[in-house]
Nanobody, 124 residues
Framework: QVQVVESGGGLVQAGGSLRLSCIAS????????MGWFRQAPGKEREFVAA????????YYGDPAKGRFTIALDYAKRAVYLQMNSLKSDDTAVYYC?????????????????WGQGTQVTVSS
């Protein structure tokens, strides 16, 4: 089993940037993918970005395209989400998740390990 812990959320003005971090611990990560999801108040959880440890190929949801970047640090067993040009619509709790050999990286049901979430608030 893999455990994940996120950090890096906070309050930022519209147009600003934040970098979220997620550290994975536990078993070997070679078969895993890491995903970022977010959930705003009153809305369903939505896919933001994902990446596989064995291929380093990123996948992005519509909210992230052109503004967010997901990246791995193999030495630190970390995955980062760099968020630029933030908008008030990006305000949400952001979750890091790990899934073993997930088929559909965009589906939260493919991920078995979740962090506690980190709040991102963008002020306009």
């Amino acid at each position: 089993q893999v455990q994940v812990v996120e950090s890096g959320g906070g309050l930022v003005q519209a147009g600003g940037s934040l970098r979220l971090s997620c550290i994975a611990s536990g078993r070997s990560l070679g078969e895993y993918a890491m995903g970022w999801f977010r959930q705003a108040p009153g809305k369903e959880r939505e896919f933001v970005a994902a990446i596989r440890w064995d291929s380093d190929s990123p996948y992005y949801g519509d909210p992230a395209k052109g503004r967010f970047t997901i990246a791995l640090d193999y030495a630190k067993r970390a995955v980062y989400l760099q968020m630029n040009s933030l908008k008030s619509d990006d305000t949400a709790v952001y979750y890091c998740a790990a899934g073993r050999s997930p088929g559909n990286l965009r589906s939260q049901h493919e991920y078995g390990s979740w962090g506690q979430g980190t709040q991102v608030t963008v002020s306009s």
